[in-house]
């Protein structure tokens, strides 16, 4: 794919779910992968699943000197990055009135925080060669208030608006920077919010009134390869006049 073919690409939480998929999807679109994960062994094993050239990064994106190094070791090891996805995010529900300080404050340190270390960190390189994609995996909870998840929600508004800023600061050098947004995905992350993930998925797909949570119109939870076929698009050139667009993948859950 045009933009994507020949180039290096950075994933952060790239050890499992949207991240994994996301590192899939780009080296099967031609990219050689940095996989970034704070778990070592599900960064290698995501590296070690790739078509192409690839390298396992073991950092938390929350961790400014880390995050530096990471970034350091993937342009020595792979070449000029031309593309990075911001996918590293923790969910930590709990009702406000029951949320824990150090779950706030480590919410926003990988979810909003990690975000602007890995971009900063990015983006420096890119400026002096004019060219670059720039993609947050936001969440339509961004938009959408959720009941006991707010941490989650504040911290992914938060990263959805810095990179549009970002965006707005870099278009002048030809770098672009989007958002995809994705509602009820089939992932780890997901699953670890219903005890029983079957009965879950339904009232995902079919709403619930008392949670005042609209269902699925399409009648289906994401599958992580849906999201990634859209970070792939609006980082390739196919996407190269799009930029501070923030994409919603819900399946029309937001009626956005």
């Known amino acids: 794919m045009d933009g994507i073919d020949g180039t290096t690409a ?22 050689s992968v940095a996989a970034l994960d704070r778990d070592a062994d599900a960064a290698e094993r995501t590296a070690a699943d790739l078509p192409g050239p690839a390298l396992a990064l073991p950092a938390d994106v929350a961790d400014p000197a880390a995050v530096e190094a990471a970034v350091d070791r993937a342009e020595r090891d792979l070449g000029p990055l031309g593309v990075l996805v911001n996918t590293a995010g923790i969910l930590r529900p709990a009702p406000v009135l029951d949320l824990a300080d150090a779950d706030w404050a480590a919410t ?21 060669r004019r060219a670059g994609a720039i993609v947050t995996v936001g969440s339509n909870a961004a938009r959408v208030p959720r009941a006991r998840i707010a941490a989650y929600a504040a911290a992914k508004a938060a990263a959805v608006q810095f990179t549009k800023c970002l965006g707005l600061e870099l ?16 992932t780890a992350m997901q699953r670890d919010l219903w005890p029983d993930p079957a009965a879950g998925e339904r009232a995902a797909v079919r709403g619930d009134l008392a ?31 799009i930029t501070l667009h923030d994409l919603y993948v819900d399946g029309g859950a937001s009626l956005r």
């Open 10 to 31: 950075l994933v952060t939480g790239a050890g499992g779910g949207i991240g994994a998929a996301v590192a899939r999807a780009l080296a099967a679109a031609g990219a």
């Open 211 to 241: 949670e005042h949570r609209t269902g699925i119109p399409l009648g289906r939870i994401a599958d992580p390869a849906d999201v990634a076929d859209a970070v792939v698009f609006l980082a390739s050139d196919r996407a190269r006049h």
């Open 171 to 186: 278009a002048a050098h030809g770098i672009r920077c989007n958002v995809v947004s994705p509602g009820s995905t089939g």
């Open 108 to 128: 926003f340190a990988v979810n909003a925080t990690g975000v602007l270390l890995a971009s900063r960190a990015v983006a420096r390189r890119m400026v002096p």
